[in-house]
């Protein structure tokens, strides 16, 4: 039992199996050890467990299908040999039940591969019908509402129960016959609904909500023409009854749907009873002042389940019937657009709209917005809300043309200073009922600043906004989140002050009682465990590229204060992911000795959701880079300290406290291995996006460089594994597949990718006349660093020096990739430097390769000092000019002038505050950015000045 508890915690499924059914046959009369192996043989289908990933073969089902006969076997002769009938049966464990469907639901998804295996000895199941009837305890709960039996029912049902009574007696079952199905399937899907169907199914699906909600899942994929007739004959029984439940309402959208689809002319009909329900459903609740949205919605749902099931784009046709999806919609939004929730029940079937659909529904919203905003009943927040929605909707649908965006912005911050009053006695810790025209405003800032008619000065415009929101909305944390990227977009990043005194590992970063209030929009996002999973993409993808930022001595208190580097910030979310892995492998074994087997799978795909988390590798692979940078310049401060100073190689002054070779090369081989599809756990609702779809969204425009992926995990993992273990044979590097195209990666992190490529080519090349190409290829990716600079420098500025085709953050993303070609350099250069690597021809050659080529590229490096050097004169002169008040040129400066005018300096707008304040605003934005760019500089200044 041991045993099997401990490869349950590693998650060997098929060890796991063998060791059941080995104590299965050792006590055959214990139902318990049967259970164990066919959770085992549930858990190995691929994609529902932590280690499995393979197919099934024909061999694990029949083995699974014969087990659950023989449990159901076990369970009859128990409950014939029990001596008071009234006592509980095993299968009246909702645990136990769950087990025997979901055999059958694995055994009626199985579809034998092309290798022509077949699934055998598996016959239509034997059991008396007596056993799926309730004990007379149990029973009589049929009729007894689940809300009244909260020691019977689980904590999930009593949340939500699907009906206030009991369902009735089905007069038909669900039919699954289809004739293209093998007999096996057939049978597996009969017994399925037939158990389902028992007195003890029903009485098991209304007390347990997770066991209703598998058999519709399940009746909705599975049903023939007439069983889809079926379901949808219950589903509206259950809300003729007064059944609210959304999932009711889906489920009887989807039957309607896939019953259009198989059978037209009985779909057709069904989907208009449907309709005619809904309709009546939501008269009916308006006749009584009842405000429920779900009715209303479902019609809209309905709808978009005809143009497409998955709900994920519009088709080229659908059927007529799903015309006029425009007017629904309008009609939600005039029963329901003074809901805060407006506005996200509609966004998934907002993409589903035909053009023409669009066009006719923003002309019916820009009348609705015209006639309302006449009336003008400012004081009502109820209107306000409307008006919010009214806004969200217009703006998903239909982008302002042209220059638009910033009048649209002027328009959206005046209604927000005009219904400012609304909140004006709420508590601080209340959310200003305006935000949501904050919000907007900011994105039709965003949306278009990379356009034709856009301009870097919106991305400081809408951080202006979005300070201001915050200033009035402590908590508004889609502020926050959109700032966070804004920030990062604009080459800044806000500093975290902690006392010096403070215990790192022991300090919770992420809870505001633990930091003075001092510290950067992220740390104050308050991201705690799993969160990091969800989360910290907002912060920490890229976030390398601040590696360089200088901080400026500070106290408070007079006490010295330390500063969070961006090390510090990724290093608990990078690795605490092997904590809530121990601790789920505790829980897992916990919930095998309790019999709590559906907690089990929870738990298991819990685990598989954190193991194959493609943040988590994401994040181990810029901890990587910045354990990379830290060890390269702690380096170059040993080499430069002790120039002139012999040092033997293995002092341990030389020793980067933070470098763990094998901890490295481990991870990255991990990161490389895994690279095959993850799972994207992020969550993007955070950030406000109208436009999430559109590469116009918020979120699109305010990315560092394309969304991370699999590829940038593989492209990443790939360069950094060519310099970390060449030794592997070049045979073995030629296997390794190479990207053709890296739609993930920025155009820095390719060139590094071929940098690094060139580096394995020289170190593996076996003709000492090619090794000169080699070399000056690594010499060119410095080059091209230092023309990107000079671009940056020569590039002239309009009149408010912010129209630029790149963000701020692109001048350090250039130093950044130039930075990490040198770590790589120095890597080389550290390796094939050792003496014994010179005991042979090769190695002689392709040392003294390496240190010709360093000697170029640090004539380079040179060049980029001069040149980051012009940039920040620049911003110096602009700094020093700021309250000179005389006529002059404004000077160029990559990060926009001080003297930058906001883009509504045309229309001022009453309460936002002076041209003093914006500029003020600006100069602080600049001198991050300054300290950033100057952290930077010392980096390439330090290389210089310990290899020159």
Not at 63 to 87: E, M
Not at 474 to 495: E, F, N
Not at 623 to 641: D, H, I, Q
Not at 772 to 791: H, I, K, T, W
């Amino acid at each position: 039992m041991e045993t099997f508890l401990s490869l349950a915690g590693l998650g060997k499924l098929k060890d796991q199996q063998q060791i059941a059914l080995k104590l299965h046959r050792a006590f055959p009369d214990e139902t318990v050890y049967l259970n164990w192996a066919l959770l085992s043989m549930i858990l190995q289908e691929p994609g529902r467990s932590n280690s499995h990933t393979g197919e099934r073969c024909p061999m694990s089902i029949s083995i699974a299908y014969r087990c659950l006969q023989t449990l159901l076997n076990q369970c009859v002769k128990l409950k014939t040999q029990s001596p008071d009938p009234s006592t509980p049966t095993e299968l009246e464990d909702p645990n136990n039940f769950w087990m025997v469907l979901q055999v059958l639901e694995m055994v009626g998804q199985f579809y034998p591969g092309d290798d022509g295996s077949k699934v055998v000895g598996i016959s239509k199941l034997k059991y008396p019908e007596s056993l799926f009837e309730p004990s007379s305890t149990s029973g009589r709960f049929r009729s007894t509402p689940a809300s009244t039996a909260p020691e019977e029912a689980s904590a999930l049902s009593q949340l939500a129960s699907l009906s206030i009574e009991s369902p009735p007696v089905p007069n038909r079952d669900i039919d699954c016959g289809r004739p293209e199905l093998p007999q096996y399937i057939a049978r597996a899907r009969e017994d399925y609904f037939k158990i389902f169907d028992s007195s003890l199914g029903q009485m098991m699906r209304l007390k347990y909500l997770n066991l209703e909600l598998m058999w519709r899942q399940r009746a909705v994929e599975w049903a023939n023409s007439a069983g889809l007739k079926e379901l949808i004959d219950r589903m509206k029984k259950r809300l003729e009854s007064d059944d609210h439940n959304w999932s009711t309402m889906i489920t009887l959208n989807q039957g309607a749907s896939n019953l259009l689809r198989i059978d037209e002319s009985s779909g057709s009909n069904e989907y208009d009873l449907v309709d005619h329900l809904y309709l009546e459903l939501n008269a009916k609740q308006n006749a009584q002042n009842c405000i429920e949205r779900g009715y209303a919605l479902a019609r809209v749902d309905l709808r978009c389940r005809v143009r497409d099931p998955s709900l994920t784009e519009l088709k080229d046709s659908f059927h007529p019937l799903a015309e006029n999806l425009d007017q629904l919609v309008l009609s939600y939004f005039e029963q329901f657009g003074e809901k805060t929730c407006c506005f996200d029940d509609l966004a998934p079937y907002l993409k589903l709209l035909s053009t023409d659909e669009l066009e006719k529904l923003r002309v019916a919203l820009a009348q609705h917005r015209k006639t309302e905003i006449e009336q003008d009943p400012s004081s009502s927040e109820s209107f306000l809300r409307k008006q919010i929605s009214l806004e969200k909707i217009l703006r998903s649908i239909a982008l302002p043309l042209g220059d638009k965006h910033v009048a649209e912005s002027t328009r959206l911050l005046r209604s927000y200073f005009k219904y400012l009053p609304l909140g004006k006695d709420l508590p601080t810790t209340t959310l200003q009922p305006a935000d949501g025209m904050a919000l907007l405003a900011a994105q039709a800032l965003i949306e278009d600043w990379e356009g034709p008619n856009g301009s870097v000065a919106n991305l400081y415009a809408a951080c202006y906004v979005l300070e201001g929101c915050l200033a009035r909305s402590a908590q508004q944390y889609q502020a926050r989140s959109l700032l966070i990227r804004l920030y990062r977009l604009l080459g800044q990043k806000a500093i975290v002050l902690v006392s010096q005194e403070a215990s790192l590992p022991s300090l919770n970063l992420y809870t505001s009682g633990a930091l003075p209030p001092s510290f950067n929009h992220f740390v104050e996002f308050g991201i705690k465990h799993i969160q990091h999973d969800t989360l910290s993409h907002l912060g920490l993808d890229r976030c390398s590229i601040f590696f360089g930022h200088t901080y400026p001595p500070a106290y408070e208190n007079g006490e010295k204060i330390q500063h969070l580097q961006a090390f510090d910030l990724i290093e608990y979310p990078a690795t605490f992911y092997e904590h809530i892995e121990a601790d789920t492998s505790t829980w897992i074994s916990k919930c095998y000795m309790s019999g709590n087997y559906i907690k089990v799978e929870d738990l298991s795909f819990f685990k598989r959701q954190i193991n194959c988390s493609l943040q988590k590798r994401v994040l181990r692979m810029e901890r990587v880079r910045l354990l990379l940078f830290e060890k390269t310049r702690w380096s170059l401060m040993n080499t430069s300290r002790t120039k002139g100073t012999p040092r033997v190689k293995s002092d341990p002054d030389d020793e980067c406290p933070f470098w763990d070779p094998s901890e490295v090369e481990m991870n990255l081989s991990e990161i490389f291995s895994a690279c095959r599809p993850t799972i994207d756990n992020r969550d993007f609702t955070v950030i406000p996006d109208c436009r999430s779809w559109s590469t116009s969204g918020t979120c699109h425009q305010t990315n560092l460089g394309p969304p991370l992926g699999n590829l940038w995990l593989y492209t990443m993992s790939l360069t950094y594994t060519w310099m970390f273990k060449p030794q592997r044979t070049y045979g073995d590097h030629l296997r390794l597949r190479q990207p053709d195209k890296f739609p993930e990666c920025t155009s820095f992190e390719v060139d590094l990718f071929h940098y690094s490529k060139a580096f394995i080519t020289l170190i593996c090349c076996e003709e000492p006349r090619l090794l000169g190409s080699y070399s000056q290829s690594l010499v060119g990716f410095f080059q091209r660093r230092n023309d990107e600079l000079e671009a940056f420098t020569n590039t002239s500025a309009d009149a408010s020096g912010s129209r630029r085709p790149v963000p701020p953050s692109q001048l350090l993303a250039i130093i950044h990739c130039a930075y990490e070609g040198l770590c790589f350099l120095e890597v080389a250069h550290e390796r094939y430097s050792d003496p014994s690597w010179n005991l042979f021809s090769k190695g002689k050659m392709i040392a003294q390769t390496i240190k010709t080529t360093r000697t170029k590229i640090l004539a380079k490096v040179q060049t980029m000092d001069l040149l980051i050097q012009k940039v920040l004169d620049g911003i110096n002169h602009d700094l020093l000019l700021e309250d000179d008040s005389s006529p002059r040129v404004i000077p160029k400066c990559l990060f926009a002038s001080l003297q930058m005018p906001p883009p509504w300096a045309g229309e001022p707008i009453e309460g936002f505050g002076t041209l003093g304040d914006w500029n003020q605003s600006l100069s602080k934005l600049f001198l991050d950015q300054r300290d950033t760019l100057i952290g930077w500089h010392s980096l390439i200044k330090l290389y210089i000045s310990s290899t020159s």
